[in-house]
């Protein structure tokens, strides 16, 4: 019996040894590939891109896109800080079963890529944007028709200017939302809400407006939608 027991142990500390991993191909702005490989089976990844990071898993160069999320089918949690990116983000189609996504610090074209995510459940969203494409942000309706299983939404939105940035002191234009999620608002310089706005913020069960400004003078609102 021990000589069996000492097996199992001996196997099980192997076991490790042998998991299978894939490929992330990132391709760079010049051209070039940087690859990075993770275990196929893993639930989550996050994305580390600052040049101080120890544990980094993404390049410190621009790059235009990332090929192989397709190879990991158990992915439901992916995070990114601080990516050198600033396409439309479309390979996150490629992951199929995430539920939940982190986009921290990004730049990014558009929104219309959050449309396509039928499994997500919360979406953390820190965008940091070229001004070109503030009309994309809060113009543009962003259709969440899809996603039937969306519980939380964290939106801040900051546009970079030569010398910093600033707020636009919007809300994101996030239309036909399912299953009544939360949102919240953090400090995004909302001073005011247009009666579009209020119409939209009537999809979500709670509405969390943090820091913003408006914050002080909230009690005309509450009859329209549930602020907290």
């Given at each position: 019996m021990k000589k069996i027991f000492s097996f199992v142990l001996i196997f099980l500390c192997i076991l490790p040894m042998f998991s299978e991993t894939e490929n992330l191909i990132f391709k760079l702005t010049d051209n070039t590939l940087e690859v990075f490989s993770f275990d196929k089976d893993s639930k989550?990844?996050?994305?580390?891109g600052s040049d101080n990071s120890k544990n980094r898993n993404q390049p410190l160069k621009e790059f235009i896109d990332i090929e192989g999320f397709s190879k990991f089918e158990q992915l439901e949690d992916m995070g990114f800080y601080w990516p050198k990116y600033r396409g439309d983000w479309n390979f996150l189609k490629d992951a199929k079963k995430l539920k939940s996504l982190g986009l921290i610090t990004v730049?990014?074209?558009s929104m219309?890529?959050?449309?396509?995510?039928?499994?997500?459940?919360v979406l953390e969203l820190d965008y940091f944007i070229d001004e070109i494409n503030l009309n994309n942000f809060l113009q543009k309706d962003i259709d969440f028709s899809k996603l039937k299983k969306l519980k939380k939404i964290i939106f801040n939105l900051r546009v970079k200017t030569k010398s910093g940035f600033y707020y636009p002191g919007r809300i994101p234009r996030f239309v036909n939302v399912q299953n009544s999620p939360e949102i919240y608002l953090g400090n995004n310089g909302i001073k005011d809400l247009q009666d579009s706005e209020i119409n939209m913020l009537k999809q979500y069960s709670i509405v969390h407006l943090g820091?913003?400004?408006i914050s002080k003078d909230i009690e005309k609102y509450k009859k329209d939608i549930n602020i907290k």
């Open positions: 989550s990844i996050t994305f580390f730049n990014a074209k219309d890529v959050l449309s396509d995510l039928e499994n997500i459940e820091e913003n400004p």
